[in-house]
Nanobody
Framework: QVQLVESGGGLVQAGGSLRLSCAASRSIFSFFLMGWYRQAPGKQRELLAHITSGGSTNYADSVKGRFTISRDNAKNTVYLQMNSLKAEDTAVYYC??????????WGQGTQVTVSS
């Protein structure tokens, strides 16, 4: 069973930055796609960014230019650098790893709260 452990969430003022980490229990080369999602209270979970095993990235319009996804293969870790945070970025942030089209894994989530 694969484990994904997120960390780095917390309370930050609007305009501030946070870096989230997602550490995998096995080599992230085994996942063709890894991504970050978030879910705010009363809202659906939304995809923020993903990164392929080859390093290609894609972002949701809501975070483009403010968030950056990256990966450290040696540490089996994917990061989400979040800058210029806004109150509407408050949510639980989740890491996802896709091993195949039908098999994926989720972390437990980390809370990000942005105070205005």
């Amino acid at each position: 069973q694969v484990q994904l452990v997120e960390s780095g969430g917390g309370l930050v003022q609007a305009g501030g930055s946070l870096r989230l980490s997602c550490a995998a229990s096995r080599s992230i080369f085994s996942f063709f796609l890894m991504g970050w999602y978030r879910q705010a209270p009363g809202k659906q979970r939304e995809l923020l960014a993903h990164i392929t095993s080859g390093g290609s990235t894609n972002y949701a319009d809501s975070v483009k230019g403010r968030f950056t996804i990256s990966r450290d293969n040696a540490k089996n870790t994917v990061y989400l650098q979040m800058n210029s945070l806004k109150a509407e970025d408050t949510a639980v942030y989740y890491c996802n790893a896709k091993a195949t089209i039908r098999v994926d894994y989720w972390g437990q989530g980390t809370q990000v709260t942005v105070s205005s």
